[in-house]
C-alpha cells in the first residue's frame, strides 16, 4: 500500500474512535499529562525571548563581538527550525513520551553547561543542542495531548498549552531582565535545571506512551536530509538578509537554495514507502490553511513584538524589567483567552474564532502603528491588551487545526509542521519587518537630520547613524553637547516611529490576509482517533 493511500484511509477511517475510560490513577490522566508537558514547554518558550535579555551581559562578561553574540540566537533558532518535523516523526516512531522525556533531559543539560561556560564558542555549542533537545520536546507534547484527550476536551487543553507558551514567550524579557539585573546571566540558563528536574520526575509518574497502531517502521533518511537542508537556506537567508541585502547574490542564493531544495523534497517522498511528510496531507485544505495561517500569525506577532522591545526600551527609555512590566496586558489576557477560546472553538468550531482572532489581531496592529513618542501607557495597553485577544484563539485553533486533520499516526509530524510554521512565520516577519524599518530610516533621516539643522553627516556617517536609528538608539557619543544630543535623539525617534508605523501597517494587512485564509479552516477530521487510540 503506497504512503498515500496509507494517509487517505487514515484520513476517513480512523484507527480507534473510542473514547477510553476516565484515567483512575496518575500515569495518563489527560490534565496532570497536561501540566506535565506545561513544565516542559514552558523552558523552551522562555528561551525563545528570555536569552536576548541576557545577551548584552554575556557580550561584555565573555568579550564576545557582535557576531558572537547573534549566533548565541541565531544557532538555537536554526537547530530548532530544522529538526521540528524530524523530531516529530521520531516521537511517532519511537513514542512521544519517550522523546519528550529525552528532550527535556537534553534541554536541561545544555541549559546547565551553557551557565558554566567561559567562552562564548561554548555557549554557542550548547545554544544548538538547546535547539536540537527543544524541538525533540515541541511536538511530542502536542503528540501526546492529542493522544490522551477525548476529543471534545481537546481544544480547552490546547488552549491551555498556547497559553503556556504565549506566557513564557511575553514574560521571558520581565523575568530575563530580573534575573540579570539581580543575579547573573548564567541565572537565564541556570533556572532551566531545576525546572527540567521537575519536568523529568512528573513525566516519569504521570505520562503515558500512545501510539498509532499502524505508526511508521521505518525512516526516510534522504527526505530528512533534503528537508533539513531547506529549512536551513531558508531560515539562513531570513537570518542574514537584513546584513548582506535583499538583493545581495548571498540571500538570492540560500533563498533559490531552499526553493529548489523543498521541490526535490516533494518529489522525492511520492517515491518512499514511508515518507517523511506523506504529501496527502495536504489535500485536506483546513491543514493547509492551518499551517498558512500559523506563518501569518506568526509573522505579524513576532515581528511586531521585536519593535516594541525597541520602542518601549529605547525611545521611552524604560528599564527591560519595566518594558516586560508594560507588555503585561498582552500577557495576561492570552492567559485568561487561551482556555476560553478552546471552550469556544469546541462549542463552535474553530472558523469563527479564527476569523475573529485575526480581525483582533488586525486592529491592534493597525492602532500600534498611531504609536507615538509620547504615547500614554494606557493606550498602549488598550492595543497590547486586543493584541493578546487576539492571538489567543489563533494560537489555539490554529494548533487543533493542523494536529486534528492529521492521522493519529503522524500526529508528531503535524505539531512539527505547527512549530516550524510558527518558526518560519517569525523569522519571516521579523525579517520583512526589519527591511520596512531600514527602508523608512534609509529614506528619512537624512531629510529630517537637515530639516533640525544638525551638522551634516558623511556617507560613512550617515550609514552608522542608520543602524542604530533603525533600533530606536541616538547615534550620539559622550562628547555631543546636551543640547545637540537632545535634538539627535528627536530626530532619531520620530524616524524610528515612523518606521515602525509603516511596520505595524504591514503586519496589520498581513493579519487580514490570515483572517481571509481562516474561513478555509474547520474543525479536525480526525481528532476523535486521538484518545484511546493505541495505548501501550
Not at 6 to 24: G, W, Y
Not at 212 to 223: H, K, M
Not at 407 to 414: D, I, N
Request: with cysteine.
Amino acid at each position: 500500500m503506497t504512503s498515500q493511500t496509507t494517509v487517505e484511509k487514515a484520513s476517513r477511517e480512523p484507527q480507534d474512535t473510542a473514547v477510553p475510560a476516565p484515567a483512575k490513577g496518575l500515569r495518563g490522566h489527560p490534565w496532570l499529562t497536561l501540566f506535565s508537558v506545561a513544565i516542559g514547554v514552558m523552558m523552551v518558550a522562555l528561551d525563545g525571548t528570555i536569552v536576548a535579555i541576557a545577551n548584552p551581559a554575556i557580550q561584555q562578561d565573555l568579550g564576545a563581538s557582535l557576531a558572537d553574540v547573534q549566533w548565541i540566537t541565531n544557532g538555537y533558532m536554526l537547530a530548532l527550525a530544522v529538526s521540528l518535523i524530524t523530531a516529530g516523526k521520531l516521537g511517532d516512531r519511537f513514542g512521544h513520551r519517550q522523546t519528550f522525556l529525552i528532550g527535556v533531559v537534553g534541554f536541561a543539560a545544555a541549559s546547565g553547561a551553557i551557565g558554566l561556560s567561559n567562552s562564548v564558542a561554548l555557549v554557542i555549542v550548547f545554544r544548538v543542542l538547546q535547539g536540537l533537545f527543544g524541538a525533540l520536546l515541541m511536538p511530542a507534547a502536542l503528540g501526546l495531548l492529542r493522544a490522551t484527550f477525548p476529543a471534545e476536551k481537546l481544544n480547552m487543553a490546547i488552549g491551555i498549552w498556547g497559553m503556556v507558551i504565549g506566557a513564557s514567550t511575553a514574560g521571558g524579557p520581565i523575568l530575563g531582565g530580573v534575573l540579570v539585573e539581580h543575579v547573573s546571566w548564567q541565572s537565564v540558563f541556570f533556572i532551566n535545571v531545576p525546572v527540567g528536574v521537575i519536568a523529568l520526575l512528573l513525566g516519569l509518574v504521570i505520562l503515558k506512551d500512545h501510539r498509532a497502531e499502524n505508526a511508521p517502521r521505518s525512516f526516510d533518511i534522504g527526505g530528512i536530509v533534503l528537508l533539513s537542508q531547506a529549512m536551513f537556506c531558508l531560515i539562513w537567508a531570513l537570518i542574514k538578509g537584513a546584513e548582506w541585502g535583499w538583493g545581495d547574490y548571498k540571500t538570492l542564493g540560500f533563498l533559490g537554495a531552499a526553493v529548489a531544495l523543498f521541490v526535490v523534497f516533494a518529489f522525492s517522498q511520492k517515491n518512499v514507502r514511508e515518507p517523511l511528510i506523506p504529501l496527502a496531507m495536504f489535500r485536506s485544505v483546513p491543514l493547509s490553511a492551518g499551517a498558512v495561517l500559523m506563518v501569518l500569525m506568526a509573522f505579524a506577532f513576532m515581528g511586531g513584538l521585536f519593535f516594541v522591545t525597541f520602542y518601549l526600551q529605547n525611545v521611552h527609555g524604560l528599564s527591560p524589567v519595566d518594558s516586560g512590566l508594560h507588555l503585561l496586558p498582552l500577557t495576561g489576557m492570552m492567559i485568561v483567552a487561551s482556555p476560553l477560546a478552546g471552550a469556544m472553538i469546541t462549542k463552535f468550531g474553530p472558523r469563527v474564532p479564527l476569523v475573529g482572532g485575526m480581525v483582533c489581531t488586525a486592529v491592534a496592529m493597525f492602532g500600534m502603528s498611531q504609536l507615538e513618542i509620547g504615547t500614554s501607557t494606557l493606550t498602549m495597553s488598550i492595543w497590547f491588551g486586543l493584541l493578546g485577544l487576539g492571538l489567543a484563539p489563533v494560537m489555539v485553533g490554529a494548533t487543533e487545526v493542523i494536529v486534528g486533520n492529521a492521522p493519529m499516526e503522524l500526529s508528531g509530524v503535524a505539531g512539527g509542521l505547527q512549530q516550524a510554521a510558527m518558526q518560519v512565520g517569525g523569522s519571516l516577519g521579523t525579517a520583512v519587518l526589519g527591511a520596512v524599518m531600514a527602508s523608512q530610516v534609509d529614506s528619512k533621516l537624512a531629510d529630517n537630520w537637515t530639516a533640525a539643522k544638525l551638522p551634516p553627516l558623511t556617507p560613512e556617517q550617515l550609514d552608522a547613524a542608520s543602524s542604530a536609528v533603525e533600533v530606536g538608539v541616538p547615534p550620539v557619543d559622550g562628547n555631543t553637547p546636551p543640547e545637540v544630543a537632545a535634538q539627535i535623539a528627536g530626530v532619531a525617534h520620530d524616524t524610528f516611529v515612523s518606521g515602525m508605523s509603516t511596520a505595524f501597517m504591514v503586519a496589520g494587512i498581513v493579519a487580514v490576509a490570515a483572517a481571509l485564509v481562516a474561513t478555509l479552516t474547520k474543525r479536525g477530521a480526525n481528532a476523535e482517533a486521538g484518545a484511546g487510540a493505541g495505548h501501550i
